[in-house]
């Protein structure tokens, strides 16, 4: 069953789910939505953590090209399937995993009713699910396939390091004009916050705008000379 969310695009419905109700209410997304909306035309929208493809789905309705990352065998269904009910979902790249510094398997431990929530770093989340690493040849393979600047979407609760020396050190990196980030004290101490804020920076990426309520944290960050939209 569809839902049509307060975003104007339709979400099958999941009412179990904490991370459904938060995107089908428009309780969270509006900061990323805003810069989605901000990215260049020509620009490749890359979803890392796409849980059921929201932001997949936005970039997708704004003409942007799409490739989308997803470990959670459930929600990556969802993706599919939003993405298919809004737009047809014809030649958006889909994975079922998770960008990293090395290929391989890893435990994703999925909380039973908040699936946003999921990690690869938190056993206490939940119960573990096999799942699939890509390494940087993947991304480098991407920026082989695609002469578009980059425009990135991070939201991987805790694997922020991994995710990010992956695309810094593949082919894609000169290339990646637009990150938006989640930077949160659940996942991080403000150590590592700061280090995290550092390597984004030393590639040329500058913070330029923020949210943040409690523990949890967004961030944007543009190269100074990104092409305008």
Same mark, same amino acid.
């Given at each position: 069953?569809?839902?049509?969310?307060?975003?104007?695009?339709?979400?099958?419905?999941?009412?179990?789910?904490?991370?459904?109700w938060l995107s089908?209410?428009?309780?969270?997304?509006?900061?990323?939505?805003r810069h989605i909306q901000s990215a260049p035309d020509n620009a490749l929208f890359l979803d890392i953590g796409a849980n059921q493809g929201l932001f997949a789905v936005l970039a997708q309705k704004r003409g942007l090209a799409v490739m989308a990352f997803e470990p959670n065998p459930k929600r990556f269904v969802d993706l599919v399937t939003n993405l298919s009910i809004n737009a047809g979902g014809g030649g958006i790249p889909l994975c079922a995993a998770i960008t990293g510094d090395q290929p391989g398997l890893i435990d994703?431990?999925?909380? *039973?009713? =908040?699936s946003g929530g999921a990690s690869i770093t938190d056993q206490s989340k939940g119960r573990p699910h096999t799942s699939l690493t890509l390494g940087r040849s993947f991304l480098d393979h991407i920026a082989e396939q695609h002469q578009r600047p980059i425009?990135?979407?991070?939201?991987?609760e805790?694997?922020?390091?991994?995710?990010?020396?992956?695309?810094?050190?593949?082919?894609l990196a000169s290339r990646i004009d637009g990150l938006i980030i989640e930077l949160s004290g659940n996942n991080h101490?403000?150590?590592?916050?700061? *280090?995290? =804020?550092?390597?984004i920076e030393a590639q040329g990426l500058i913070p330029c705008d923020r949210q943040s309520f409690h523990r949890h944290g967004d961030a944007f960050f543009q190269r100074l000379d990104a092409q305008p939209a």
């Amino acid at each position: 069953m569809r839902f049509p969310s307060l975003y104007g695009v339709w979400l099958q419905l999941r009412p179990l789910d904490l991370t459904f109700w938060l995107s089908a209410l428009a309780l969270y997304g509006g900061f990323h939505r805003r810069h989605i909306q901000s990215a260049p035309d020509n620009a490749l929208f890359l979803d890392i953590g796409a849980n059921q493809g929201l932001f997949a789905v936005l970039a997708q309705k704004r003409g942007l090209a799409v490739m989308a990352f997803e470990p959670n065998p459930k929600r990556f269904v969802d993706l599919v399937t939003n993405l298919s009910i809004n737009a047809g979902g014809g030649g958006i790249p889909l994975c079922a995993a998770i960008t990293g510094d090395q290929p391989g398997l890893i435990d994703l431990h999925i909380p *039973r009713f =908040h699936s946003g929530g999921a990690s690869i770093t938190d056993q206490s989340k939940g119960r573990p699910h096999t799942s699939l690493t890509l390494g940087r040849s993947f991304l480098d393979h991407i920026a082989e396939q695609h002469q578009r600047p980059i425009w990135v979407k991070i939201d991987v609760e805790g694997a922020e390091p991994h995710v990010l020396d992956a695309l810094f050190t593949s082919k894609l990196a000169s290339r990646i004009d637009g990150l938006i980030i989640e930077l949160s004290g659940n996942n991080h101490s403000s150590q590592d916050l700061e *280090r995290l =804020h550092q390597q984004i920076e030393a590639q040329g990426l500058i913070p330029c705008d923020r949210q943040s309520f409690h523990r949890h944290g967004d961030a944007f960050f543009q190269r100074l000379d990104a092409q305008p939209a």
